[in-house]
C-alpha cells in the first residue's frame, strides 16, 4: 500500500511517541515534510542521545512533489590538524573507540539549515520549540538508552557525559528516571534565535573548541567556519516497478543498491519464504552479504577518490556477474568475497517523513559509535561523534576534508504504474543495509505488507562474514552449509 502522511514513522527503538509526534504536528501546523524531519530529529536527539545529535552528521534524501529527488549531504569532515597517525591507532577488535582525536567536524546542523532554506515553510525556531521545552524539562530515560548507560561505569566519576546521566548520589540514571539537558536547551535557543551560523562562527562555535581542545581535539573555529552541506543528485536503480532514488558515496547506498540487484536476478517471490526455498534465498542473500561487506572499500568521498568502481557496483551486469559467483549450498573463505576487515559500527538514528502534497524525506544521523567519542561539551552540551573510526579498515590514508565511508542508506522508491512511494532507511551502523535491503525484499518481492516487512526478522553477515540472527529467523540449514554464526536479541 501507498504511504501517506497517516503512516508516519519515527525512528526505531525510540520513546517519541509518549511525548508527541513531531513530523505529525509540524504536518498539521501546514510545515512541510522537510520541517517534521528536522524536528523530530532534534527531538530525537535527546531521546536517543546515543545514537545522534547536533554533535554529529547527516544525509537526507528528498523528493519534491515534482519527482525530482535531491541529497544534502551534511556528513562530519577530517578536521584541517588531524592526527597523521590516525589509521595507526584503529584497534583490531571491537571496542569503544573514546577521544577527541576520533572526532569529525559535525554538520547536522548546517545540514538541518540547508534543507530549511530549500524546503521549509516553518520558521526555523520554531522547530527547535518542542526539544528546547523537553531538554530544559526533563525526559523519561528511555529503554534502549538505559540499556547503553552502563557502559558510562567506564568513565571517571567526573567525567561531563556521566555526570549528565547520574543522580546527586553518583548513581547511574536508569529506565523512567528524568534527564535534563538544560544546557543544550541553551544552545539549541540560540541556534534557534541566531540561526546555524551561532554554532559554527559565534560564541557557541568558540566554547565548543575549547572544550574540544581541552580534551585533546584537534578541531579549530576554522574547521566549523568552513563545514558546508553539500546538495547533489540522487543515484537511481530500477527495481523491478519500482525506481530506487539513494545518496552516492561516501554513503551506503550504492551497496544497498548492489544487494537488491543480486538477489533481484533469482526471481523471488511468495514462494521463496516456503519449505526448501527458503533455505536456499536466505543462503543466497547470505552470500551477497559477504560480496557486499567486499564492496564498502568503494563508498569514497568523491572529492578525494574515484568513483568509478562505485558506479560499476550499482550496474545490472556487475550483479549478474556476482550473483554467478554463489552457490546454493556452499560457502567460501573472506579473500573469495575480497573482504579486509574492518570494524563494525551500530549507531545511528532514522527518520521517514511523506507529506500528503506528495514530498518526502529519508534522513539518516548519526554520531557513530554508541555515545560516539564519549566527549560532551559542558559548556554547550553536546555530545560529539566519533565519525573518523569509519575509516578503520577502509582506506590507507586520510585528508583534511575528507568525509569516512558510510553505511547510512536514506532511499527513497517510487512506483510510476501505482504511483506509490516508499520511504525507508535504518538506524543501526553497519546493520543498515542489511536491515533495509531485507525489508524492501519482503515487501517488493515477498508479498508482505510494508509493517510486517519492518517486523521481520533479520539476517546479518558482519565484517567478519559471521552471521548473526534475531531469535525468530529460520537459520539452522545455513549454518550447517558452512557459515559461522551468532544468535542476536531482537
Not at 535491503?437 to 518481492?445: G, V, Y
Not at 519492518?454 to 552449509?481: C, G, M, Q, Y
Request: aromatic share 8%.
Amino acid at each position: 500500500m501507498p504511504l501517506t502522511s497517516n503512516h508516519l514513522k519515527t525512528p526505531a527503538h525510540s520513546s517519541i511517541l509518549s511525548y508527541f509526534f513531531p513530523a505529525r504536528d509540524v504536518l498539521q501546523l501546514g510545515g512541510s515534510a522537510v520541517d517534521g524531519a528536522i524536528a523530530t530529529l532534534l527531538c530525537t536527539s535527546i531521546i536517543n542521545p546515543q545514537s545522534m545529535g547536533i554533535g554529529g552528521g547527516s544525509i537526507f534524501t528528498i523528493r519534491e512533489q515534482s519527482g525530482r529527488v535531491r541529497v544534502i549531504n551534511a556528513r562530519e569532515t577530517v578536521p584541517k590538524a588531524f592526527k597523521t597517525d590516525l589509521l595507526a591507532m584503529c584497534p583490531t577488535t571491537i571496542q569503544p573507540m573514546e577521544g577527541a582525536h576520533w572526532i569529525g567536524v559535525p554538520g547536522d546542523i548546517r545540514g538541518y539549515e540547508r534543507a530549511h532554506k530549500l524546503y521549509g515553510r516553518l520558521p526555523w525556531a520554531s522547530l527547535f520549540e518542542p526539544t528546547i521545552k523537553m531538554a530544559r524539562e526533563g525526559v523519561p530515560i528511555p529503554y534502549v538508552l538505559s540499556q547503553f548507560l552502563p557502559l558510562l561505569l567506564k568513565e571517571k566519576p567526573e567525567s561531563p557525559l556521566r555526570q549528565l546521566f547520574q543522580n546527586e548520589e553518583g548513581e547511574l540514571l536508569k529506565e523512567g528516571d528524568i534527564v535534563r539537558f538544560e544546557k543544550l536547551a541553551d544552545t539549541l535557543e540560540i541556534i534557534a534565535e541566531q540561526g546555524a551560523d551561532a554554532l559554527y562562527i559565534g560564541d557557541i562555535a568558540k566554547d565548543l573548541v575549547s572544550d574540544l581542545q581541552s580534551a585533546g581535539g584537534t578541531i579549530s573555529l576554522e574547521d566549523l567556519r568552513s563545514f558546508r552541506a553539500s546538495e547533489l543528485g540522487a543515484w537511481e536503480v530500477a527495481l523491478g516497478e519500482y525506481e530506487m532514488h539513494f545518496p552516492p558515496p561516501p554513503a551506503g547506498g550504492a551497496t544497498l543498491s548492489f544487494m537488491l540487484n543480486t538477489m533481484l536476478g533469482f526471481d523471488l517471490n511468495s514462494a521463496s519464504l516456503k519449505g526448501d526455498e527458503k533455505v536456499l534465498t536466505f543462503q543466497r542473500y547470505v552470500e551477497t552479504c559477504k560480496f557486499a561487506n567486499g564492496l564498502k572499500k568503494f563508498m569514497k568521498d568523491p572529492n578525494f577518490a574515484s568513483q568509478t568502481e562505485a558506479v560499476e557496483i550499482i550496474q545490472k551486469h556487475f550483479a549478474d556477474k556476482v550473483r554467478a559467483k554463489i552457490s546454493p549450498d556452499r560457502t567460501y573463505d573472506a579473500s573469495y568475497y575480497n573482504v579486509t576487515p574492518y570494524l563494525d559500527s551500530h549507531g545511528t538514528t532514522h527518520v521517514s517523513v511523506l507529506a500528503e502534497d506528495g514530498m518526502a524525506v529519508s534522513v539518516t544521523s548519526t554520531i557513530n559509535h554508541i555515545f560516539g567519542s564519549r566527549i560532551f561539551s559542558s559548556k554547550t552540551g553536546i555530545l560529539l561523534n566519533n565519525e573518523l573510526a569509519d575509516f578503520c579498515g577502509k582506506t590507507d590514508q586520510i585528508h583534511a576534508g575528507e568525509q569516512p565511508p558510510s553505511s547510512m542508506s536514506p532511499v527513497i522508491l517510487y512506483s510510476p504504474s501505482q504511483k506509490h512511494i516508499v520511504v525507508i532507511g535504518a538506524s543501526g551502523g553497519s546493520m543498515i543495509t542489511t536491515g533495509v535491503a531485507l525489508t524492501l525484499m519482503n515487501f517488493l518481492w515477498f508479498g508482505k505488507t510494508l509493517q510486517d516487512s519492518i517486523d521481520a526478522p533479520v539476517v546479518f553477515v558482519d565484517s567478519k562474514n559471521v552471521l548473526n540472527f534475531e531469535p525468530l529467523l529460520f537459520w539452522s540449514h545455513l549454518t550447517r552449509l558452512g557459515t559461522k554464526s551468532k544468535k542476536t536479541t531482537a
